[in-house]
């Protein structure tokens, strides 16, 4: 999703601009642009290419000197990318630039509207609107314009805005869009998230909707939607530059595979006191928790096939309902959600539109609210009633690795923790999980090492044209989010089925030499699974299974096994997930595909 960025200090700032932008590719984008204050004008710069071209067109932004600027990566929603369409967008008159990330839903009116009034529009964007809108309404005085400006938008925005007559001073509004402001010792930063600011500073202030910060190289003012001047409270980013570079690897998504044990352990480490979990600060009362008769769990792709994973384990622990539901379609159906129901809400970004739009939704209809989410002051975090945090640090591939077994990680606390207030489950079934789950960094370890095995096994697959996964229980939960994370970096078409199911349809797509991923790790129905491999198998089918170490019986039928240390079946996903991941990425390696941002993707998705 667009990215935006913008400095004012005592340096030159396109070379900030450019370096935030850069941080800020893994968003996913089209097009990209800069705005900066040079001598009394704007000096622009876009590119319809990567950030390296604006990169090697200002020489690494040194050629430009003035120290007030604006930029941009732009993921198309309203016109195709272009040059016209990338950001920054120009006022009529030329004085007054912007970037903007988010959707105005009535730029249709407001562009009629100008259009009458003489403004001449270059691009097709709805971002346009709003810096012909600031003329407009400007009369001397620019926060005055922008707030008459902002006032009029409907939909979702954070902008940065700069102005020939108020070369010094740089204007950022948030509403409903993600927005960070960094205070540092030579000057003052804007950006959609942390990673374009930690180069710089570890100071951030949290815009909340409806604010507007007014910054100087050396002041930064906030004030509230009614043009108030209002105190913000400084808060210090934990992650380091590191962790948001690629330290030796060739991209990130490796990067973050490895960092999986110590991600889980970071999650799991301090939740376990005496053999309990623990969670510190939690609103959520034992009391309510006793009392709740009903589990919904929303969010979207990977985050939405960790609910899953949930459901089979919380129903399992805590003998209660647990509905999984799509964020994207929560809030278009009426949810039933009553004072004993509990939303869980899943994010790594903590912005994504659909997951905060349900989350908005539920707690409207009385629900508490608990979310998991890996960003800190991200707007999941701020608006739910209790977040339970993924320790994973910054996640910049684009397909989710250390998000998605980190958000597992949680949510198989909560379920045992909840079970344990419950008194639900057997306490010796918890006790044995909580001792499990202190070792799932060891055990994930060990997969890691199946790394050259995936490697040419990839390379065999990597011009297959269609893939099936199957499995049954926590194997299925598990087929899906192995499924998309091949499709998604691959573009190799791919399917999860549910291994029951292949009669009832798919198995007409079986045909001779076709991949068929068979998840076997779940013990109990693994004479079923082996039954569905036989079909597959007898069709023509290629089967690659997963299978604890020690069955021996299933090589008799598959033809490649991937052997994975034991773990106890509700715990399954975190471990069988790491080969899929590895596979996923060495098939696209091998494809010579853009592994870290796949086409069209973004990593946070902040529009509908
Ligand atoms: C897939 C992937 C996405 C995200 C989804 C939700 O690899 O990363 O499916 O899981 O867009 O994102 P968050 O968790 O940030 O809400």
Not at 570 to 585: G, H, R, T
Request: glycine share 8%; proline share 3%.
């Amino acid at each position: 999703m667009c990215g935006i960025v913008g400095f004012v200090g005592n340096k030159k700032a396109a070379p900030v601009l450019l370096d935030g932008l850069e941080r800020l590719e893994y968003r996913g984008y089209d097009s990209a642009g800069i705005s900066v204050i040079e001598n009394g004008k704007f000096k622009i710069e876009k590119t319809v290419e990567r950030i390296k071209n604006l990169k090697d067109i200002t020489n690494n932004g040194e050629d430009i000197t003035g120290t007030i600027g604006i930029g941009h990566t732009r993921w198309a929603t309203h016109g195709a990318p272009s040059f016209e369409n990338a950001h920054p967008h120009i006022s009529a008159n030329g004085k007054i630039t912007v970037v903007h990330n988010g959707i105005i839903e009535n730029y249709m009116d407001i562009k009629s509207e100008l259009i009458a009034d003489g403004f001449k529009f270059v691009s097709e964007t709805d971002t346009e609107v709003i810096a012909h809108l600031i003329q407009k309404y400007y009369n001397g005085d620019m926060f005055d314009a922008i707030k008459k400006a902002v006032d009029r938008l409907e939909g979702s925005y954070a902008l940065g805005i700069i102005s020939l007559d108020k070369p010094d001073t740089l204007f950022a509004v948030r509403h409903f869009s993600p927005l960070i402001v960094g205070l540092g010792p030579d000057g003052n930063y804007i950006g959609s998230d942390v990673t374009a600011l930690i180069k710089y500073t570890k100071n951030a202030v949290y815009i909340e909707d409806g604010e507007i910060a007014v910054l100087t190289a050396d002041s930064a003012k906030f004030y509230n939607k009614d043009g108030k001047e209002i105190k913000k409270e400084v808060s210090v980013i934990n992650w380091s530059i590191d962790a948001a570079e690629k330290g030796g690897y060739d991209h990130f998504m490796m990067k973050e595979i490895m960092e999986e044990p110590e991600a889980l352990r970071k999650t799991i480490e301090p939740r376990i006191k005496n053999g309990e979990i623990y969670f510190e600060g939690l609103k959520l009362s034992k009391d309510k928790i006793k009392h709740i008769k009903r589990i919904v769990i929303t969010a979207c792709g990977s985050a939405y096939h960790t609910g899953i994973c949930a459901k089979y384990m919380f129903e399992e622990l805590l003998r209660i309902p647990v509905d999984v539901d799509l964020a994207s379609e929560f809030r278009y159906r009426n949810p039933i959600i009553d004072n004993e129901s509990l939303v869980i809400i899943i994010s790594q970004s903590g912005e994504t539109a659909d997951t905060l739009a349900a989350l908005k939704e539920a707690k409207a209809r009385g629900a508490h609210i608990l979310s998991i989410v890996n960003v800190v002051g991200s707007s999941i975090a701020k608006a739910s009633d209790d977040v339970i945090y993924t320790w994973a640090g910054p996640e910049i591939a684009v397909a989710t690795t250390k998000g998605y077994t980190t958000q597992l990680a949680v949510l198989y606390m909560f379920g045992i923790y909840a079970a344990k207030i419950k008194e639900s489950a057997d306490n010796k079934l918890l006790g044995e999980l909580v001792s499990e789950l202190s070792n799932l960094n060891k055990k994930v370890e060990e997969v890691l090492e199946l790394k050259p095995k995936l490697s040419d096994l990839a390379k065999k697959f990597c011009q297959e044209q269609q893939v099936f996964f199957i499995g049954r229980n926590m194997d299925y939960a598990t087929a899906m989010e192995g499924s998309l994370k091949l499709k998604e970096i691959s573009y190799i078409g791919s399917e999860a089925y549910a291994a029951g199911e292949l009669k009832h349809g798919t198995i007409s797509l079986i045909e001779p030499g076709r991949l068929v991923v068979a998840l076997n790790c779940y013990e109990d129905l693994s004479d079923k699974l082996m039954s569905n491999i036989k079909e597959v198998v007898s069709r023509g089918a290629f089967v690659l299974a997963t299978a604890f170490t020690g069955n021996e019986e299933i090589k008799k039928y598959a033809n490649e096994v991937i052997y994975l240390p034991k773990v106890h079946p509700l715990l399954l996903s975190a471990v069988e997930i790491i080969p899929l991941q590895i596979f996923a990425y060495y098939i696209s390696l091998h494809k010579g595909c853009d592994i870290d941002k796949p086409r069209n993707l973004a990593k946070s998705v902040t529009v509908e």
